[in-house]
């Protein structure tokens, strides 16, 4: 109910500009401040940052040379629309880690279909990955009588990749 509310940044804008920069323009990451005024709706709104305005993430995939673990998996059935969630944890410590969710799936263990848990938001004309540590992928107008195959994956900024695959009746 908060009027204002929309002045404040978005955070999925802000860790997708943070995360993964912009390949087209040469740019594989911005900086704290370049995320953060590219996900504020108004430019012209005052907001406290703390923390340092020029960070910005290594371009050095080695500081990061571990897959995301899949942890509590589960499946459910809203009508005809299967529904699920997964978290990313590190394998090293058990912490939440950020990555990009997948699903393919289909009624053989080809699969031939892909769900990803992305949105309709666009920079640069293209697509935006949201690297999320909780997961919520919806697959619709499945048939819940019917058997199917599911792969769950999920690939963290460095590309690491972790996979977990499924069968559900």
């Known amino acids: 109910g908060e009027p204002y509310f929309q002045g404040l940044p ?40 703390i923390g ?16 995301p673990k899949l942890e509590n998996v589960s499946t459910a059935w809203d009508g005809n629309n299967l529904i699920i969630k997964w978290d990313n944890l ?6 939440p880690e950020v990555s990009y969710g997948f699903v393919d799936y289909g009624t053989t263990l080809s699969y031939g279909s892909t769900q990803s848990d ?20 919806t697959i619709p107008n499945l048939n819940s009588t019917h058997k199917y195959y599911l792969k769950i994956r999920a690939l963290d900024p460095a590309n690491n990749q972790s996979e977990q695959t499924l069968e559900i009746n």
């Open 118 to 137: 992305h949105s309709d938001d666009a920079y640069f004309n293209t697509e935006v990955k949201h690297y999320l540590s909780q997961h919520i992928v």
């Open 10 to 49: 978005d955070t999925k804008k802000f860790f997708n500009r943070f995360l993964n920069g912009e390949p087209s323009i040469g740019r594989t990451h911005f900086t704290f401040a370049e995320s953060m005024f590219m996900s504020t709706e108004w430019i012209n709104w005052k907001n406290i940052l």
């Open 90 to 95: 590190l394998s090293s410590n058990g912490s």
């Open 52 to 67: 340092d305005p020029l960070y910005t993430l290594s371009d050095d995939p080695s500081t990061d040379n571990s897959a």
